[in-house]
């Protein structure tokens, strides 16, 4: 069976939905064609940056929430208005790195680590779960499986503005991933995909939705709900290997991707055992790269 295209979603609504979206999403076409014209340590430049002079005017109150959370989480970071600078600077180099995303493999400018292990599971016929991070820019993962050989199928967050969602999928697409839209038919194609076997099926479990950010739990009270419970469910039903996956920035405009080794579920285990498991292996990369993480920003200790 083919892997579907992946094909931009159509603008739906009317003339004045086109109206609402076009100044910002123009512009953001617009930002996105000129930093394709730069050298690629100069786009991570830019981006981190603006990060660093927009995010503290913009997000004054997330920020100084992420400062209590840094404390708390990592007292070894004394020097914390650093940390939230990089923190800041890391999240305007990503949205500026997306525009040189198709650039960095024939460039030899990211390496990947595990993936033997990926490779022997695929030649063995193993379906194959992705658990991915929003650490670092997170993007270069997929792009990165394709490379290799072994595309994704990826379940998303559209953004609000439909002219960045179809620039957003158009990129993604080109680089090899295909779009999953987070409906709710999203686990059932999820589920296909694992069965058919032909992509890898990627779920970045560390989502925020319904105003929390759902894993890692990282001192709050657990959940078995969101993409980090779907992801053991359908591990369990499909019999997939399960790679928790992250990326980590290198000096000169450079990536590693790394796979853990993988874990396998069983039907037998109760869904709470399953997720424990998974969380196991995910706190201590988001602790580790915790300024990195892209929803430091939203993470809220009482929810």
């Known amino acids: 069976m083919t892997p579907r295209r992946a094909v931009p979603p159509p603008i739906p609504g009317g003339w004045r939905d086109w109206l609402r979206d076009a100044p910002l999403g123009l512009v953001n076409v617009a930002v996105h064609g000129a930093l394709r014209l730069l050298p690629v340590e100069a786009v991570t430049a830019v981006g981190s940056w603006l990060g660093r002079r927009l995010v503290p005017r913009l997000q004054a109150m997330r920020l100084a929430r992420a400062g209590e959370h840094l404390r708390v989480l990592r007292p070894d970071l004394v020097d914390n208005p650093a940390a939230l600078r990089r923190m800041a ?39 194959i779960l992705i658990a991915g991070l929003h650490v670092t820019n997170w993007e270069v993962l997929p792009a990165a499986l394709a490379r290799l050989g072994l595309p994704c199928a990826m379940i998303y967050a559209p953004p609000r503005n439909r002219f960045t969602h179809r620039l957003a999928i158009r990129v993604r697409s080109r680089l090899g991933t295909r779009c999953v839209p987070p409906d709710r038919l999203a686990a059932r194609e999820a589920l296909r995909v694992l069965r058919a ?71 037998a285990a109760p869904l709470e055992a399953r997720v424990a498991a998974l969380e196991a292996r995910l706190a201590p990369v988001i602790l580790r790269f915790l300024p990195d993480w892209y929803f430091l920003l939203l993470l809220r200790r009482d929810r």
């Open 89 to 127: 600077g890391s999240l305007g180099a990503v949205h500026a790195e997306f525009a040189m995303l198709e650039r960095l493999g024939p460039a030899g400018r990211v390496e990947v680590e595990g993936a033997a292990a990926l490779q022997a599971a695929r030649a063995a016929g193993r379906p």
């Open 197 to 267: 076997g032909e992509e890898c099926m990627l779920i970045f479990v560390d989502e925020f939705s319904g105003g929390r950010v759902q894993a890692p739990r990282l001192g709050r009270t657990a959940t078995q709900t969101g993409n980090i419970g779907l992801a053991c469910r359908l591990a369990a039903m499909t019999g997939a290997l399960v790679f928790p996956g992250h990326v980590e920035r290198l000096p000169a405009g450079r990536f590693r991707v790394v796979l853990a080794p993988p874990l396998e579920f069983s039907d």
